[in-house]
């Protein structure tokens, strides 16, 4: 097989072309349109669907599949009622590190807004799953995640009230959590993760002020402290089209 020698490291082989060589229509205006987005950069407005489809000699629903697309995966964004080029995507660290960390790595600013901070007794799923007691008081803090102000996440982390009992008083619903626990003299020892591929459901889409079909990826994490003692389940979802994660691997 044939390659082409500008071929980029992570791009889809020969471009995505099948091996008989057929390609759908929508597929054949998408990759056009992905060229016309590298070259006019972050920001700037692509033109209206039916300019491209008068320049590209298709319907204007060809257009639309090929612009959905491009959408989904993060390379265009909606704006009023037109569309331009998105920026690049977050790369949070898949590491026991703060949102607010990941986020100031690359020179954009994070924020959150409270959604909830309630309590009640620990349910047998969550003491199941983390350790902790069944009844005993834990917090639930919710949050929708911000960078530069944009809407891109939101997360839910389970506490024992034991652990932070002023939580609701202390707390600066704006700032880290991390933080605010190593402020307490808490440190994170180890945690265990899952990540998956789900679609936000409508209350979530509303909060986060996307479409219900843009996929979203999930992470669930549990965590312990140096002494090997539950300390937090956190439930963080993040908007597919904005983020990626990475992780250093040693063999």
Not at 133 to 157: K, N, Q
Request: glycine content about 10%; hydrophobic content about 35%.
């Amino acid at each position: 097989m044939d390659y082409p020698n500008d071929q980029a490291p992570g791009a889809p082989v020969r471009s995505g072309i099948p091996e008989h060589g057929r390609i759908p229509k929508y597929y054949a205006v998408k990759a056009r349109i992905d060229r016309l987005v590298r070259e006019l950069g972050e920001g700037r407005p692509i033109p209206t669907e039916r300019d491209l489809a008068e320049e590209y000699g298709v319907a204007r629903e060809t257009v639309r599949q090929a612009l959905r697309e491009l959408v989904l995966e993060g390379r265009l964004r909606r704006r009023g009622r037109g569309t331009v080029v998105a920026g690049p995507k977050l790369e949070q660290p898949l590491s026991l590190a703060s949102y607010t960390e990941g986020v100031r790595r690359q020179g954009r600013t994070p924020g959150r807004t409270l959604v909830t901070l309630d309590r009640f007794p620990c349910p047998e799923p969550l003491a199941a799953e983390t350790g902790l007691r069944r009844g005993e008081p834990v917090w639930h803090l919710e949050r929708v995640l911000l960078a530069d102000d944009e809407r891109v996440g939101l997360e839910s982390t389970y506490v024992a009230v034991a652990r932070v009992p002023r939580l609701d008083t202390d707390f600066d619903p704006d700032s880290s959590f991390y933080g605010y626990l190593k402020g307490l003299g808490i440190s994170f020892g180890d945690a265990d993760e899952r990540i998956e591929t789900v679609l936000a459901t409508p209350r979530e889409a509303l909060l986060i002020g996307t479409p219900p079909a843009l996929p979203m990826l999930l992470i669930h994490r549990v965590s312990r402290d140096t002494e090997g003692r539950p300390l937090e389940r956190v439930r963080s979802l993040y908007r597919g089209d904005r983020f990626s994660f990475t992780t250093h691997l040693r063999g």
